[in-house]
C-alpha cells in the first residue's frame, strides 16, 4: 500500500463530512492488514454529544464489514498550518484494535507527519489490561 493512497482516501473522505454546526470537516481512512482502506467522516448531530468523529466513524464502518486488525490511519482536517492528531477518545478506540498502528496526520494539500499511535496514547488503557490473571 502506498502512503499515498491512504492519505487521498482521508481527504476523500473529508470532502463527506456533515458538519453544519462546527463547520469542521474531518476524514480517517484506515488500513486493514490485508490491504482494504475503509473510510470514514465526522457527523454532527444538533445534540453535541451524539457527534461522531471520523476516525470513529471509519472504524466503525470497518468492524461491520467484518475487519478487526490494522496497520494504519490517515487523519485530516481544514486547518493548514499544523498537524492535528485524533481527540483522545478516538485514540482510546483506535487502541482497542492494537497498539501498533503507524498514524498519517495530513494537512489539507495532502502533506503528512508520520506518528504512531503509541506516541499519541502512551500508557493507554488496552484490553490487556482486562486479561485475568
Not at 27 to 55: D, F, P, R
Not at 93 to 100: D, I
Not at 104 to 119: A, E, F, V
Request: overall charge positive.
Amino acid at each position: 500500500m502506498a502512503v499515498a493512497e491512504l492519505v487521498a482516501k482521508c481527504l476523500q473522505a473529508r470532502e463527506m463530512a456533515y458538519c453544519p454546526y462546527s463547520g469542521f470537516p474531518v476524514g480517517a481512512a484506515i488500513l486493514t492488514t490485508g490491504g482494504a482502506i475503509i473510510t470514514g467522516c465526522n457527523v454532527e448531530n444538533a445534540s453535541y454529544g451524539l457527534t461522531v468523529c471520523a476516525e470513529r466513524t471509519a472504524i466503525q464502518r470497518a468492524v461491520a464489514k467484518g475487519y478487526r486488525r490494522f496497520t494504519a490511519i490517515a487523519v485530516t482536517c481544514d486547518i493548514k498550518d499544523s498537524f492535528v492528531g485524533p481527540c483522545g477518545a478516538c485514540r482510546q478506540v483506535l487502541m482497542e484494535f492494537g497498539t501498533e498502528w503507524d498514524v498519517y496526520l495530513t494537512k489539507p494539500d495532502g502533506t503528512y507527519r508520520k506518528t504512531s499511535l503509541r506516541d499519541l496514547l502512551p500508557l493507554a488503557f488496552t484490553p490487556a489490561h482486562l486479561q485475568k490473571n
